[in-house]
């Protein structure tokens, strides 16, 4: 696929998924660098804010499959991945696939399941594979989580573990429309269902062509070196009790990757490594007891580690 296809199918994907979430063009942007980077989102916003149909319009957009798991505290890792069922009529015990085997899995309120049932995401988002019993199912391609979770209501929730967030690729959060959007969400929604009217943008094997393409941006030496100082440099501040993993630098790589290929461009700039810190970054971060009583936010100290660190010159394709 040239730059120019993956450009030009990129946008149309885009235009697809903005006739459902209006106004938030960087959230659908970011959605789409999660699916082109093979990686996962966690969407962390209020209710009503447009989280499961923003999923629902990327799979529809996609032409691929759709599941949708309600994680509540009686949730069971088999109600996720799927379990082996004794068939009486062949004495043998058959394979029932669980909701991770689609294109797109909402994994609504996350944090609400137990610890137990939230690790059975862990082997699915990192290796795109499900153990049952001894045997290894593949999932499809592309494959991609779009987790949920509510960041007021703290009552009956279990608190995501360090190793189940460093698995998204970035976590970000719709926000309120303004109020121009809001009025045109008025004007239509009474009467038609933006999602139902939406039609497939792309095939699976058309979007695989596109996620292909992204692994062929060039990242320059000199960004590499840039990207890993960045990811270096959090594990050294005085405000973060854990900075980012190693996955978060082969995270990064990717968004800004996906991001060039959105452009247009065969390879990456310092632009898409700074646009892409903060989401990619900040969830992945412990911040010390000090930082917590400042005030301090994981998004502001990576905002303002990427600023201090000097960007290499000469570092475009």
Do not use: W
């Amino acid at each position: 696929m040239t730059p120019e296809g993956a450009a030009e199918l990129a946008g149309r994907l885009a235009d697809g998924v903005g006739q459902v979430l209006l106004g938030k063009p960087e959230a659908v942007r970011l959605a789409l660098i999660g699916v082109l980077a093979e990686g996962h989102l966690l969407v962390e916003d209020v209710p009503g804010t447009g989280k499961t149909s923003l999923a629902k319009a990327m799979a529809r957009v996609l032409g691929g499959a759709v599941s949708r798991v309600q994680f509540t505290p009686d949730l069971m890792p088999g109600d996720v991945t799927g379990s082996s069922v004794f068939d009486r009529n062949t004495a043998e015990f058959e394979f029932r696939p669980g909701p991770v085997f689609a294109n797109v899995v909402i994994a609504d309120e996350i944090n609400r399941a137990s610890p137990k049932t939230q690790s059975a995401l862990l082997e699915c988002m990192e290796e795109r594979q499900v153990t049952v019993d001894g045997t290894t199912y593949q999932l499809a391609r592309p494959f991609l989580v779009v987790a949920t979770q509510n960041p007021v209501e703290m009552e009956g929730t279990y608190p995501l573990p360090e190793a189940q967030r460093d698995r998204f690729l970035a976590r970000m959060s719709i926000g309120y429309p303004d109020p121009t959007t809001e009025v045109a969400m008025l004007s239509d929604r009474d009467r038609t269902d933006p999602l139902a009217l939406l039609r497939p943008v792309a095939t699976v094997e058309r979007t695989a062509q596109l996620i292909d393409a992204v692994t062929r941006v060039h990242l320059a030496p000199a960004l590499r070196s840039y990207l890993v100082e960045i990811v270096a440099a959090t594990r050294g501040l005085p405000d973060v009790r854990l900075g980012a993993s190693p996955r978060a630098v082969l995270h990064l790589a990717r968004a800004a990757k996906a991001s060039a290929a959105m452009d247009g461009r065969t390879f990456v700039v310092p632009d898409d490594i700074q646009r892409l810190a903060v989401p990619v970054l900040a969830h992945r971060l412990i911040l010390t007891v000090e930082a917590h009583s400042h005030h301090r936010s994981a998004e502001e100290i990576v905002a303002v580690l990427v600023s201090r660190i000097r960007v290499p010159r000469g570092s475009g394709g």
